[in-house]
């Protein structure tokens, strides 16, 4: 499989499975990426029955967190059943959460979390919602941040086009690089040219543009290897104001815009495409479910 079609399926994701939109925003979203977590969120619609769904995602994204909102009304989905099946059939190859909104009654609310949490077993808690939206992001982060949804991950990296770019001068040279992935702590580069810098050595007034973003930062440069002839150099992000490690806070709110568009429009477009596809039914794919993730290759 190429490059392309592992960084689209690899890291831990969650994926929020018809949530209440107006105590769980989609703009959350973008907040939660700038914390390390590759979020998405789930609709019900009539392309793709939403069991499909389910198991296309499990299936192609193997490491996986799965919040269902169980006050959610779908026809022919009875949750209690349904997450047990599911439990009971993937065990540990996918984490299981549930979503629902608050309840007045506080024996509703210890029945709801007996069954998920000790009849069913799911491992990834049972959150109960406020109506003030705002508190939401709070508790969802809280039981993320327990069952490590940021994976292995610090910061979430994006793969560049070959339209991003990387100058930076060196001893009086200019030197001009393919930006290949980039987050908010690092990015990488590789050019033609094979010039040294001595590890941990600082430069000043790096130029990076980013698929039509640009500004402009110091770095310290962490490690320099060949890749595929290639010569990449990997450098952390300095602040210009303070030389502290990170970016000043105008380019970081910008630059964690940029790389959670071309994150998730990646396994946006493929969700997209498996979903339209198994909606469909026999076709390229022969409308199976499940997906194997060489089909990725096709598909992107």
């Not at 998920?116 to 406020?130: A, T």
């Not at 992001?137 to 994006?158: P, S, W």
């Not at 150099?233 to 806070?249: N, P």
């Not at 429009?265 to 498996?274: F, M, R």
């Amino acid at each position: 499989m190429d490059d392309q079609a592992l960084n689209v399926i690899d890291g831990r994701k969650t994926f929020f499975i018809v949530p209440d939109t107006s105590l769980l925003p989609e703009s959350y979203l973008e907040d939660y990426m700038a914390r390390g977590y590759e979020t998405y969120i789930i609709e019900d619609d009539r392309v793709c029955p939403l069991e499909k769904k389910v198991e296309a995602i499990i299936t192609i994204f193997y490491d996986s967190i799965l919040f269902f909102y169980v006050d959610a009304v779908i026809p022919g989905i009875e949750w209690r059943s349904y997450i047990q099946s599911l439990q009971k059939s993937y065990g540990n190859k996918v984490l299981i959460g549930v979503l629902y909104a608050k309840r007045n009654s506080p024996r509703e609310k210890q029945a709801i979390e007996k069954y998920y949490l000790f009849d069913v077993g799911i491992q990834c808690g049972c959150i109960s919602l406020e109506y003030q939206k705002e508190k939401n992001f709070g508790l969802i982060d809280k039981v993320m941040y327990a069952n490590q949804a940021a994976g292995r991950r610090k910061n979430i990296r994006a793969l560049c086009d070959s339209t991003s770019k990387v100058n930076f001068t060196y001893k009086k040279k200019q030197y001009n690089a393919r930006l290949t992935d980039i987050s908010l702590s690092h990015f990488s580069c590789s050019m033609d040219d094979n010039v040294y810098i001595p590890l941990y050595e600082k430069l000043s007034n790096i130029y990076v543009e980013v698929n039509n973003m640009h500004f402009t930062t110091d770095g310290i440069l962490l490690l320099e290897r060949t890749q595929n002839g290639e010569n990449l150099y990997v450098f952390v992000f300095v602040r210009r104001s303070d030389g502290k490690q990170g970016l000043e806070w105008d380019i970081k709110q910008r630059l964690s815009e940029r790389i959670y568009t071309l994150v998730t429009s990646k396994v946006k477009n493929i969700l997209q495409l498996v979903f339209s596809e198994i909606g469909r039914g026999p076709g390229e794919f022969g409308g199976r479910n499940p997906y194997t993730p060489q089909d990725l290759e096709r598909l992107l």
